[in-house]
DNA sequence: TATGAATGAGGATTCATTCAT
DNA sequence: GATGAATGAATCCTCATTCAT
């Protein structure tokens, strides 16, 4: 995954705006959080922001977007390397919670803002959501997973996940994901198996 | 569950505000819905709105307080009438989603504002997820769950049910999920069994 | 011509904007007011102005249009009740000075925005210059007028008639118009004339 | 009459500048007009701009000042050149109409600014309008015009061609107004003569 | 010297809320 | 009680101007 950080090295200014929006966006809200607050906190003038986005929502999107594509590149590409289904399932969970120990706001505003920016996308977008369907359908495929709709074995891959970041965030726990990659792996194992 | 509309009988206008604020909260957000928008959904005067609420944020607030705390009551009461864990199991997400298909927005709304409004309701409320945490819990003692901390088996089981209805409204289930609640319970209980 | 303050005898707020506007506009062109100023001028607040306008542009529009609208009205009718062509070149100054010493600031203002806001028109919007075509044509078509393109007469007419009005503002003549028309009709009568 | 691209020949930039600036100026007004627009227009950038302008209102009062007094001299020369009164008031004509025809966005400009940007210059340039007031006060003396105020008669002669330069910008007439220097002088001379 | 990114004051417009009818 | 016009603070965004490179 590449972080906000990493994006540009020339340019000092972009990563700073988009640290500070993304902070701000999982605070308040897309519609809660003004320019000027993103211009006070990214140290920035808010004339400036629009050399860069063309407005917020322009601002919110990229931010959506750029990283929900550049996550879910890594995401495939680690599921794709585990040799089986159930290494397959590691590997997914694995990066979900690594990405959001490492980068919580960010993960954070990608899990907030997909029901607001999703509609925007053309359907062909790639997404986790995606990814979780293709791992559930090749599960069936290899006889390994529960028949059916994979789109059930998929939402609850990916819902619970979502949801364990949630309770992270609320301190409903408190200690780092990353530890419990392998009891979590154990327990979707559990629900998707035949 | 009482619904909004059996909410109060004399007054006729208050489910009416109520309704369309629900529906324009679920597809803009609170901040994103304007008290116009209300006005005009519900048929009924900008300066009426606040005759019935000190303001919209109170509206939104009540919305949430009134419903999630009548759900979570009926959610509680169902399971605690099911006989065994995996009865208590199947009457968690029976419930569930017999509440998401009746009354969509409405349910929408209660889980979508613990994601998507983060930090602006207080979570002192009874909420479907302490009934989560406590049924969990109960599992654990009773020696049917795994143990570990009850709070990942819970998310397990809330998330999966949110990301359903997700799921459902963004058309990728396009049947009614009542008729996947064996299904899911068989799921869940492959999940948090031991 | 109806004016201004005649508009609406219910409203007392619509003209007010109206009054403040033309005026403003007249001293500092519409791009150099702000709906700030018309607010403060017109003892409205800024908000009310889009009540009545969707727009800054909205309302210097409606402003030029309507006016232009009941102007020219008024200047064909009383052009078409006089007898001949003499008289209706008179009728036809008369009354723009009559317009222009009565409602300086209104007339003023369509005299400016001509440039800018006529492109916005359906080309078969009643303008005074097309009264004044019709005037020159019909001049020539009773053998009175000068033959050749009738828009060089009508311009003639209509040039001369706002250059006149502008000297008046600019104090290069500094008494009433309307004592100028006989003198001004024989000299218009001297440059049409065959 | 010096025009824009002699004004200077080691330089390249600044005709560049002033001739986008008078082509937007027209379009817009001053006011309407961005130096970011400027900027792109001329191919230079906005910094650049203020190497040679203090600023943009700047531009806006040398464009004028510098080419209504140069454009003002050439006038009055060429009007005292003539003969008699028929012939200056000849002189008078063709020049604003080859000096239209030639640089019309610049003629233009100097013309329509009087009008569109009411008190934006002061009023002590030497203008067009002093040469067509001395014309007519010269007319007078000789015995040849019409008594009464000069200014009269000069509104009429320069409002005339303003008007018949406006009617070739809507094209309203649209062959070149060269062609009708007679005519108009034709016209004007039955309109100032006793 | 020329550039164009950055600034920040200021502009048009919106919106929650109030209040006269 | 209900209405919807009015308010004015707050919002997003633009633009003339500056300044580091």
Redesign the pocket.
């Known amino acids: 995954m590449h972080f906000i950080v990493e994006k540009s090295k020339t340019n000092t200014?972009l990563p700073k705006i988009m640290r500070a929006a993304v902070r701000l966006f999982v605070e308040k809200g897309i519609d809660g959080?003004?320019?000027?607050d993103i211009a006070a906190k990214s140290g920035?003038?808010?004339?400036?922001l629009?050399?860069?986005f063309k407005?917020?929502?322009d601002l919110a999107y990229h931010l959506f977007a750029v990283h929900v594509n550049d996550f879910t590149l890594d995401l495939a590409s680690r599921v794709a390397e585990a040799k089986d289904f159930k290494h397959k399932l590691h590997a997914y969970i694995t990066t979900c919670f690594e990405a959001f120990e490492k980068e919580r706001d960010l993960f954070t505003y990608l899990i907030l803002s997909e029901h607001r920016e999703l509609d925007r996308f053309p359907s062909t977008f790639k997404h986790p959501g995606h990814v979780a369907l293709d791992l559930v359908a090749a599960g069936q495929k290899s006889g390994r997973c529960r028949a059916g709709d994979p789109a059930i074995g998929a939402s609850i891959l990916v819902g619970s996940i979502i949801r364990l970041c949630i309770a992270r965030i609320h301190k409903t726990i408190d200690y780092d994901l990353r530890q419990e990659v392998d009891n979590v792996t154990e327990s979707l194992w559990g629900a998707l198996l035949k």
């Open positions: 200014i959080t003004t320019t000027k920035v003038s808010e004339g400036a629009y050399r860069h407005s917020k929502e």
